[in-house]
């Protein structure tokens, strides 16, 4: 796209490609997120990189191979029902912090943390 003298071609951010997470545990953890949905695209349970398909986009785990770093942080998927996943999770004895609810700021979500303590939240747009 070709600019005038003066004018600036806007940038933006278009899309998030991936988001990874460092694990203890490969095997744990990734039949902790098969069990909500996530399919492996790459890699697997005796790997030390798995990348999962999260529509898309995707969340890739990899083996800890460094000290752990402190801090907290969610990430937060989109579905096309929270509560089927929630019943996904307990079908599969996990444990969410709660029980889905419709959220002030137009989310229907529930939360919970992977083996490692990593958030995330299970939600979808109201109306």
């Avoid at 096309?80 to 959220?103: E, F």
């Amino acid at each position: 796209m070709n600019t005038s003298a003066g004018e600036e071609q806007q940038v933006r951010i278009e899309a998030l490609s991936a988001i990874t997470l460092a694990v203890r545990d490969m095997r744990t953890s990734v039949r902790f997120y098969e069990a909500l949905g996530f399919e492996v695209r790459h890699g697997g349970a005796s790997e030390d990189f798995t990348s999962l398909e999260c529509g898309p986009s995707f969340l890739n785990l990899i083996a800890q191979t460094h000290e752990r770093i402190e801090g907290w942080g969610r990430f937060i998927v989109h579905v096309s029902d929270v509560d089927q996943i929630y019943k996904k999770a307990l079908d599969a004895g996990l444990t969410p912090s709660h029980a889905p609810s419709d959220a002030p700021w137009g989310e229907r979500y529930f939360h919970i943390s992977d083996p490692d303590g990593h958030e995330l939240s299970v939600a979808r747009p109201l109306g």
